[in-house]
C-alpha cells in the first residue's frame, strides 16, 4: 500500500529541562524513521516555555502525529501541553513515549490523554506505528512495547545536530546502550544486556562533529568503563584530537572500582580538566548497598579515587540521601569519607523512586514514603522523618550553591576543614534556612553575606578576607566589595546576638 504523504507530517517534540541540553533521544527517532524521514520535524522547548506559545509553534506544522519524549522532568508540563492540544486540535494524533511513561503506565493521566504509548527503545517502532497511522490503518492497541533495535542498525543521529547544537548545546554521545547492574533505584537496572555501537562508524560522526567545531562530549554511556577495550579506543581517539581541539572536554559516567592499569595510562595522558567522570558511589554503606543490590568493591574504590585525584581528571561524585536504612549519621560517615578523599564535587541526591525502579519492593520493609508528584522524591522513611528528610533537602540544595557552583572555592574550604563537614554544614544549613526562610533565589552577593554572618556568630571568625577572594575570584573584580565591610561594633553584635540559637541549631543536628 502507497503511503500518503502529501498532507501528512509528523513533528517529533520534548520539553528540555535547560536549553543548553539538546534532545538526543528525538534525534534517535528522526534520523530513523526511514522514508518518513524527510515528513518528519524535530520541535524543542524547554520547561520554561509557555505553554499556548508551545501549542501554536506545533500546531503551525499541522502535523498529523504529534510524539512526545516524556521524562520525569517534563511529565508535569508535556501534560498540560497534551491536554491544550487536545482542546484545540481534537484530531492530532499524539504519541507518547520515553522513560517516565514506560513503566507503571496504567495509571498516568498523560497516557490517558495520547492516542499511542511507545515503551523502551522507540526506534524502530515508533516509524512502523507513523506509518500504519498515515495509511489510515490506525492499530486498535493503544500501548505498544518498543521493539528493542539492533543498535549497529540504527543511523547515528549527529548530522541532526545544528550548527547552533554545536556552538552552544551540550553534545549527547553513546558508545553503548544498557548497564549488567542492578542498582534497584535505577531503570538501567531493568536492561537486559549490554549493546555497543560499532566504533568505527561511531568515530567517523565524532570526526565530523569535531569539523564543525564540537568540542564537548558527554557520553550517556551508563558505565563507560565497563568495555576497557572500547573505553581506551574511544580516548585514544580523542588523544589524538588534542591538538586540533585544546579546548576538549568529555565527560563519561563511571563505575568507581573498575579502574585497570591500562586505563589510568591513558587518562593521564590528558591535560588537566579536559574530562570529567561522573562516579555514582551513592553510599558508603555496605548494608545499605547490599540491600539495594549495589555491587561496589570499596577496596578499589578508594584506591581509584586516589590514583585519579591527582591525575587532573574533575571528579564529579554521586551520593544519594533516603536509601533504604541509611540514617543521618551513616550518610554523615560516608559524605565526610568523600570529601576526605579530596573529589572535586560531591552532587547529594534525594532518592526518587522512578517508575518501574524494583527500589519499591524496600516500601513496606523500610517505610519509604515517596511524593506523588514527579519526581516522586522520598519523603520520610523508617529512619529518617519528614522534618529530618526536610532538613536533608534544604542541605543538598545549599551545598549545591556552596560545594559545587565553584563560586566559593576558598569558603568552602572553611567547611572542609573541620572535624565534620558534613555536621558542620547541616549547621549552616539550619541556620540559614532560619535567617532568610527559603532555598532558592539567593543571589550571589547575599550569600556571601550570609556566611559572613553565620561565620561570626558561631565560629566568632572574620572570614571577610576569605570571602573577598571568591568574590574576586567569581566577578574579576579587585576588591573587597562594601557590602561585606564590617565595622567593629557590628562584629561584635552579630557574634554575641545569635549564640543561643545556634547552640540549640548545634544540639539539635546531632
Ligand atoms: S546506577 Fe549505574 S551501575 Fe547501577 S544500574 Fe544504574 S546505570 Fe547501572
Redesign the pocket.
Known amino acids: 500500500m502507497q503511503i500518503k504523504t502529501e498532507h501528512s507530517s509528523i513533528v517529533l517534540c520534548t520539553l528540555n529541562a535547560k536549553y543548553i541540553h539538546s534532545a538526543f533521544g528525538l534525534r534517535y527517532l528522526k534520523a530513523n524513521m526511514g522514508q518518513l524521514n524527510e515528513q518528519t520535524t524535530l520541535v524543542e522547548f524547554t520547561i520554561h516555555d509557555h505553554i499556548l506559545e508551545m501549542t501554536e509553534k506545533l500546531l503551525s506544522h499541522n502535523p498529523t502525529i504529534l510524539g512526545f519524549g516524556v521524562y520525569i522532568w517534563n511529565v508535569r508540563e508535556t501534560l498540560a501541553l497534551m491536554k491544550t492540544i487536545r482542546t484545540i486540535s481534537p484530531n492530532t494524533i499524539l504519541v507518547i513515549g520515553g522513560p517516565e511513561v514506560s513503566h507503571e503506565w496504567q495509571k498516568q493521566e498523560i497516557v490517558e490523554i495520547a492516542d499511542y504509548l511507545i515503551t523502551g527503545e522507540a526506534e524502530v517502532t515508533f516509524p512502523k506505528l507513523c506509518q500504519s497511522i498515515l495509511m489510515n490503518d490506525q492499530p486498535e492497541a493503544k500501548v505498544h512495547y518498543g521493539v528493542l533495535p539492533v543498535v549497529t542498525d540504527l543511523v547515528l543521529p549527529y548530522s541532526l545536530y545544528t550548527d547552533e547544537d554545536v556552538q552552544h548545546r551540550v553534545m549527547y554521545v553513546e558508545a553503548s546502550r544498557g548497564?549488567p547492574?542492578?542498582?534497584q533505584f535505577?531503570l538501567?537496572?531493568l536492561d537486559k544486556k549490554v549493546r555497543n555501537f560499532d566504533l568505527s562508524t561511531l568515530l567517523v560522526a565524532f570526526d565530523d562533529l569535531i569539523a564543525r567545531g564540537a568540542t564537548q562530549f558527554k557520553f550517556v554511556d551508563?558505565?563507560f568503563n565497563l568495555k576497557v577495550k572500547t573505553s581506551i579506543a574511544i580516548l585514544e581517539y580523542f588523544l589524538t584530537k588534542l591538538e586540533e581541539v585544546p579546548t576538549l572536554f568529555l565527560h563519561f559516567e563511571m563505575?568507581p572500582d573498575r579502574f585497570p592499569l591500562e586505563l589510568r595510562d591513558y587518562v593521564t595522558r590528558f591535560p588537566k580538566g579536559q574530562i570529567q567522570f561522573e562516579i555514582?558511589i551513592q553510599t558508603f554503606n555496605p548494608d545499605v548497598a547490599a540491600r539495594i543490590q549495589?555491587r561496589q568493591n570499596y577496596t578499589s574504590l578508594d584506591d581509584n579515587i586516589e590514583f585519579l585525584r591527582p591525575t587532573g581528571v574533575h571528579l564529579h561524585t554521586d551520593l544519594i540521601i533516603g536509601l533504604p536504612g541509611e540514617t543521618v549519621e551513616s550518610f554523615a560517615k560516608g559524605f565526610d569519607k568523600l570529601v576526605h578523599m579530596g573529589v572535586e564535587e560531591i552532587q547529594v541526591g534525594i532518592l526518587k523512586r522512578l517508575n518501574g525502579a524494583p527500589i519499591a519492593m524496600h516500601s513496606k520493609d523500610f517505610e519509604q514514603v515517596y511524593s506523588p508528584n514527579p519526581p516522586y522524591e522520598i519523603l520520610a522513611n523508617s529512619v529518617l522523618s519528614f522534618t529530618t528528610l526536610a532538613r536533608l533537602r534544604r542541605f543538598a540544595r545549599y551545598w549545591n550553591i556552596i560545594g559545587n557552583s565553584g563560586r566559593f572555592q576558598s569558603t568552602l574550604l572553611l567547611f572542609l576543614d573541620q572535624e565534620s563537614p558534613f555536621y558542620t554544614f547541616l549547621d549552616f544549613s539550619d541556620w540559614l534556612y532560619d535567617v532568610c526562610g527559603r532555598t532558592t533565589k539567593i543571589s550571589y552577593n547575599k550569600m556571601l553575606q550570609y556566611l559572613q554572618q553565620f561565620w561570626t556568630e558561631v565560629f566568632k571568625s572574620d572570614i571577610t578576607p576569605t570571602l573577598s577572594l571568591d568574590y574576586q575570584r567569581t566577578t574579576g573584580k579587585h576588591h573587597t566589595p562594601r557590602f561585606l565591610v564590617m565595622t567593629e561594633p557590628e562584629k561584635v553584635k552579630r557574634s554575641t546576638s545569635l549564640q543561643s540559637r545556634q547552640r540549640r541549631h548545634t544540639q539539635e543536628s546531632r
Do not use: A, L
Request: charged residues 25%; positive net charge.
Open positions: 548497564c547492574f542492578k542498582c535505577c538501567s537496572s551508563r558505565t563505575i555514582g549495589r
